[in-house]
């Protein structure tokens, strides 16, 4: 009985592979349930005789308290992301820059969970999740329900492979359907359902959920004498792993755009979700000279698919308070799952814009996420309104003190204008701590808003006094004396930033943060920017009448001449760190378009290059462009500065003029 317990174990197991992993279906469904009701009936009558490996594990019932942190021996690194052609052709040109000239692995960015798999003399040991690409959770109760994870591989083999959790579309279209038969929540979509699937701590639910995987990475391929990324793929195909059909070697960068726009039309035929395309350079030598960021390899990267639009209703209008006193109006959406979140809120810029767009409170309107990131509304559907939708009326006080807002002359924004108003002073506060201004790590947007509630930051000032309460802080929940010093430490290296930095800190009207670099690297300390009259502001390229009438206005307020005094007074840097601009009459105010493949400069430097000699760059050609760099293969914009007769220069032409 055990022998024909451990032959029905072998033909179970190959036809699961058959079925699951090549697709190719050798015995009937009554078949299979035959010969695997005999082996739980063997099983069953002799418990002590079960394998590890056995597909009757498939089914789950272990329960476990919680998940085990495991280190990953190799770090499991997340990938860059890229949203356009000139980005993919920013990379390729990166790779080229090393004297390489690289063939690329394309394959489907599935949208799931990673997982890292290992074996140890080719029995299934351990799975994990990415976690922090550091430390991971072990997953191996739930990823042993899963029909495509081996748990012996066709060799006795030592390894560790990468790739993908997943829930095919059809699977949670059936789920969904039982579960609103039995009153339960929806599950929201297939990577949601399959992360949390992947999380019970009961693997019966894993087992009912019919997961999916592919595998696609093998982290230490060289060990193996396998030399490029393609023959890893075919090596771990081979020990029973299963691999996507649709991954493809391809001969340069033209031949990725290629595959990226054939996909991009047929994902939805597809029986999975996917988001994208990860590009990977496929010599493995290769990829050991390129090397890694801190936190991307620089031989790979993901090109992201445009956002999906979706439907959903506008239930009203409300308006919040910005920084300067702009008043904003806000969509309230019926909640919406797009690109994998629910979307319940989205900015409608200004009046013009909700009255340029027509929308109405109670419309249908289609939604998206602006670089797959930013809710934004796209359009109203007029054809299904009923009658009973409400005009949008702009509000003609604050929301938050209910001072008459003002429109400034030439200005579609409405404001504000009290200076006491609390919404204003928070969000100012916030702004300044952030990224992109003070970077201030540890004083986030709810840490703020506490602060000015007990009264330790009521302003900017009070950021660099906050060391004067650190007794107080240690009586907040949630405030250990590490977090304290953390904190404190980095407001107190917030003061060495760049004055660019600090310019957009400052919250000034108008100024965003490439504004607030320009007026930095041309004016290179804050006193100098002060002094400056709006007809001297203007002569420096992209320093509009508007934008120099707001920085004047700013700085002759006493309230702000006080504030930057007692900057100074606590040490805050007031000067530009960082290389300084050289005029060059072949760049100085002038708009440049690059286009093509560059082979002399990567595309970052040539910007760069421009930028530091007082030019600009654009991605697209206009009757305002003063010259197109042309590289190898150029493009569309190309054929368009011919027609408008635009300045052309080839990258030799280029290198010259920086001489």
Not at 460 to 483: M, Q, R, V
Not at 569 to 592: A, C, D
Request: aromatic share 8%; with cysteine; proline share 3%.
């Amino acid at each position: 009985m055990k022998d024909r317990m451990n032959e029905l174990i072998d033909i179970i197991n190959e036809a699961d592979y058959n079925y699951h992993t090549l697709d190719n279906p050798t015995i009937t469904d009554q078949e299979y349930d035959m010969l695997l009701r005999e082996l739980f009936e063997i099983e069953s009558e002799h418990p002590e005789w079960i394998r590890e490996d056995s597909p009757t594990q498939h089914a789950g019932g272990q329960i476990i308290e919680g998940f085990t942190k495991v280190e990953h021996k190799i770090p499991m690194m997340s990938l860059s992301d890229v949203f356009s052609e000139s980005e993919l052709i920013d990379f390729d040109e990166r790779i080229k820059k090393e004297g390489l000239t690289p063939k690329y692995m394309c394959e489907l960015k599935i949208d799931g969970l990673s997982v890292s798999l290992l074996y140890e003399k080719g029995k299934l040991v351990r799975a994990a999740t990415r976690g922090d690409g550091t430390i991971g959770e072990d997953i191996t109760h739930n990823v042993k329900t899963i029909k495509t994870v081996p748990f012996k591989l066709k060799e006795e083999v030592d390894i560790e492979v990468r790739g993908e959790i997943f829930m095919n579309k059809k699977t949670l279209e059936e789920l969904n359907q039982e579960r609103k038969k039995n009153n339960e929540p929806l599950l929201q979509n297939c990577r949601n359902a399959a992360a949390g699937s992947i999380r019970q701590l009961d693997s019966k639910i894993a087992a009912k959920r019919k997961l999916d995987t592919f595998i696609y990475h093998l982290p230490n391929p060289l060990d193996y004498g396998l030399h490029t990324h393609s023959e890893a793929i075919e090596y771990m195909h081979s020990l029973g792993f299963k691999t996507n059909p649709n991954n493809k070697l391809v001969n340069n960068i033209n031949e990725v755009l290629s595959f990226i726009e054939e996909k991009g039309e047929k994902r939805k035929e597809l029986p999975y979700d996917i988001d994208g395309v990860v590009i990977k350079v496929n010599d493995i030598s290769m990829q050991q000279k390129l090397g890694y960021t801190a936190k991307y390899p620089k031989w790979a990267t993901a090109y992201k698919f445009p956002a999906v639009e979706v439907l959903t209703k506008l239930q009203d209008i409300i308006f919040t308070v910005g920084r300067t006193g702009q008043i904003t109006p806000n969509a309230v959406l019926d909640p919406v799952i797009v690109a994998g979140s629910t979307i319940s809120r989205a900015t409608l810029h200004n009046e013009d814009y909700v009255n340029e767009k027509d929308l109405k409170i109670g419309d249908i309107v289609s939604i998206r996420k602006a670089g797959d990131v930013i809710p934004e509304v796209v359009e109203v559907k007029k054809e299904r309104r009923t009658g009973l939708e409400k005009n949008f009326e702009m509000i003609t006080n604050c929301p938050m003190c209910n001072t008459p807002l003002v429109k400034k002359k030439g200005q579609v924004d409405y404001y504000c204008l009290n200076n006491t108003c609390p919404a204003r002073h928070v969000e100012g506060l916030i702004h300044f701590v952030s990224r992109d201004a003070m970077n201030i790590d540890g004083l986030g947007d709810r840490i703020i808003e506490d602060f000015y509630n007990f009264g330790f930051i009521k302003s900017i000032h009070d950021i660099y006094l906050l060391k004067n309460h650190e007794k107080e802080l240690k009586t907040l929940e949630g405030f250990g004396e590490k977090s304290i010093s953390n904190l404190l430490e980095a407001i107190e290296n917030s003061k060495t930033n760049s004055l660019e930095k600090l310019i957009f800190g400052l919250g000034i009207p108008h100024v965003g943060a490439k504004t607030a670099k320009i007026l930095a690297q041309n004016f290179e300390t804050l006193d100098n920017l002060i002094e400056k009259t709006e007809e001297e502001l203007t002569v420096i390229p992209d320093i509009g009448g508007i934008i120099a009438k707001s920085i004047v206005e700013y700085f002759s307020s006493d309230e702000i001449k006080e504030l930057i005094n007692e900057l100074k007074q606590e040490n805050v840097n007031m000067n530009y760190l960082g290389k300084k601009i050289e005029k060059n009459e072949n760049f100085s105010g002038k708009s440049f378009v690059l286009t093509g493949s560059l082979t002399i400069f990567s595309r970052d430097e040539a910007k760069e290059k421009i930028e530091s000699l007082g030019g600009k760059t654009v991605d697209s050609v206009s009757k305002k462009t003063s010259v197109v760099i042309v590289g190898e293969k150029p493009g569309s914009k190309y054929e368009k500065a011919k027609t408008l007769g635009i300045e052309i220069w080839t990258e030799e032409e280029f290198k010259d003029k920086l001489s």
